[in-house]
């Protein structure tokens, strides 16, 4: 008989044609990534809770998966809890001042939540959010 082994969510990955300009967007949203990281092929930072979030650079994943290519449209999207409504309105309007596409307006969503969708420079939906 087999041991059943249970897998652990440890670290969501995202790849990204741009190191310095997608570091730059996620630290908007208050991650803490050292300047020095812009120049990097892979950065990651371990979040509250011990999750893990990393980038690679296209050249890096090519490098083990030489046919590699991007996915039309986003299939994941990162959720930052803004901590109340007028908190998200507030983050969505520093993001896409700063330049990034808003994809979404703030909005309050019919399951109880103020929701907006930001994209982050490689098109990722990253999502904001707070309870209503």
């Keep these: 008989m087999r041991t059943r082994i249970t897998p652990r969510i440890d670290l969501i990955g995202l790849v990204v044609a741009d190191m310095a300009a997608s570091l730059a967007f996620y630290r908007l949203l208050g991650l803490g990534l050292p300047p020095e990281a812009d120049g990097e092929p892979h950065v990651e930072v371990t979040l509250p809770g011990g999750l893990r979030l990393a980038w690679d ?8 998966d030489p046919d590699w290519t991007p996915a039309t449209g ?7 809890d803004c901590g109340s409504p007028a908190g998200v309105d507030a983050v969505y309007a520093e993001l896409t001042e700063a330049g990034h596409h808003g994809h979404l307006k703030p909005w309050d969503a019919f399951w109880g939540q103020r929701y907006a969708v930001v994209l982050d420079p490689d098109g990722n939906a ?6 209503s």
Aim: charged share 15%; no cysteine; aromatic share 14%.
């Design 57 to 64: 650079t296209v050249a890096t994943v090519r490098s083990f």
């Design 74 to 80: 986003s299939r994941i999207s990162p959720a930052f």
């Design 126 to 131: 990253v999502d904001l959010f707070a309870a």
